[in-house]
């Protein structure tokens, strides 16, 4: 495994491979659904690339970027096992130096939800995402469906800029009792931990409604808010039921929906989401 600080050693490593490249962008401190994306790629591809980069751009100035975990040599350990053939890990006066003024900008699949609550996240977002595939050249990009509006986003970005890389999503990773993995988990404290379970339990509940033929949106996203509510911990951020590609809020579940949390448990806010897909 090579690990590389420099845009031109990425480049230049390109250029001497050949066969099928895939790449999987992380902000590092790995756990088990960043490596599920990594074996994806080392299965469909010749090489794999992962970045591991905590991206500034995508935080705003009131949250976590400096108390963002780090841990670059369990991060590389992690990923010598997982027989990665390229770590990219620059500085950040690397991806953007002095004088950066350029950046991407998605509309309106943005402006909602996560974009809602946090308005200059995507545009870091796709910046840097846009940024590691032109100096990674992948074939394929590999990302989680817990981030659902990221992934949607960046699809949306590939689709408009006519950019040559397969965009893939993975399922989302959970804990034997449900909690989705995260990066940010690490903040929890024991009882905040317990409390966080709310989040998958309440999107078992949009799905038992849904297996039992509800169809309003409405109805199901009380029923998601409701338990929600209820944890004495959590406060809400959003709940919504919309079109998985749009994200627009649906009235009826007549297509595929996206049904997407976010709460705060103490200083931690967290997400997660479930797709509930009618039969066709």
Same mark, same amino acid.
């Given at each position: 495994?090579?690990v590389?600080?420099?845009?031109?050693e990425?480049?230049?490593?390109r250029?001497?491979?050949?066969?099928?490249?895939?790449?999987v962008p992380?902000?590092?401190?790995?756990?088990?659904g960043?490596?599920?994306l990594?074996? @994806?790629?080392?299965a469909?591809?010749?090489?794999?690339v992962?970045s591991?980069?905590?991206?500034p751009?995508?935080?705003?100035?009131n949250?976590?970027?400096d108390?963002?975990?780090r841990?670059?040599?369990?991060?590389?350990?992690?990923?010598? !096992?997982?027989?990665?053939d390229?770590?990219? @890990?620059?500085?950040?006066d690397?991806?953007y130096?002095e #004088?950066?003024?350029t950046?991407?900008?998605?509309d309106? /699949?943005?402006?909602?939800?996560? #974009?809602?609550?946090?308005?200059?996240?995507?545009?870091?977002v796709?910046?840097v995402?846009?940024k590691?595939?032109?100096?990674a050249?992948p074939?394929? !990009?590999?990302? #989680?469906?817990?981030? @659902?509006?990221q992934?949607a986003?960046?699809?949306?970005m590939?689709?408009?800029?006519? /950019?040559?890389?397969?965009?893939i999503?993975?399922?989302?990773?959970?804990?034997?009792d #449900?909690?989705?993995?995260?990066?940010?988990?690490i903040?929890?404290?024991?009882?905040?931990? %317990?409390a966080a379970?709310?989040?998958?339990?309440?999107l078992?509940? %949009?799905e038992?409604l849904?297996a %039992?033929g509800?169809?309003d949106?409405?109805?199901?996203?009380?029923?998601?808010?409701g338990?929600?509510?209820?944890e004495?911990? !959590?406060?809400i951020?959003y709940?919504?039921v919309?079109?998985?590609?749009?994200l627009?809020?649906?009235?009826?579940?007549d297509?595929a929906?996206l049904?997407?949390v976010a709460?705060?448990?103490?200083?931690?806010?967290?997400?997660?989401?479930?797709?509930? !897909?009618?039969e066709?």
């Open positions: 495994m090579q590389f600080r420099t845009v031109r990425v480049r230049e490593w250029a001497s491979v050949t066969g099928d490249v895939g790449l992380t902000m590092g401190y790995l756990h088990e960043h490596l599920s990594v074996r @994806a790629a080392r469909g591809n010749a090489h794999v992962t591991v980069f905590v991206n751009t995508q935080f705003a100035p949250e976590d970027l108390r963002y975990p841990d670059e040599a369990r991060d590389l350990a992690l990923l010598e !096992a997982e027989r990665v390229v770590v990219f @890990a620059p500085a950040v690397e991806m130096p #004088g950066f003024q950046y991407v900008t998605v309106r /699949v943005t402006q909602r939800l996560e #974009g809602a609550s946090r308005p200059t996240h995507f545009r870091g796709t910046t995402v846009l590691l595939f032109n100096i050249q074939h394929r !990009a590999y990302f #989680g469906q817990k981030d @659902a509006q992934l986003v960046i699809r949306r590939v689709r408009d800029l006519d /950019v040559p890389v397969e965009v999503g993975m399922p989302i990773v959970r804990e034997a #449900g909690l989705a993995l995260s990066s940010r988990n903040y929890l404290s024991p009882d905040e931990r %317990a379970l709310v989040l998958s339990r309440a078992r509940r %949009a038992e849904f %039992a509800e169809r949106a409405g109805v199901i996203r009380a029923a998601v808010e338990m929600m509510a209820a004495p911990l !959590a406060r951020d709940v919504s919309a079109d998985a590609g749009t627009e809020e649906l009235e009826t579940v297509r929906a049904v997407s709460a705060r448990f103490g200083v931690t806010r967290l997400i997660d989401n479930v797709t509930l !897909a009618p066709t």
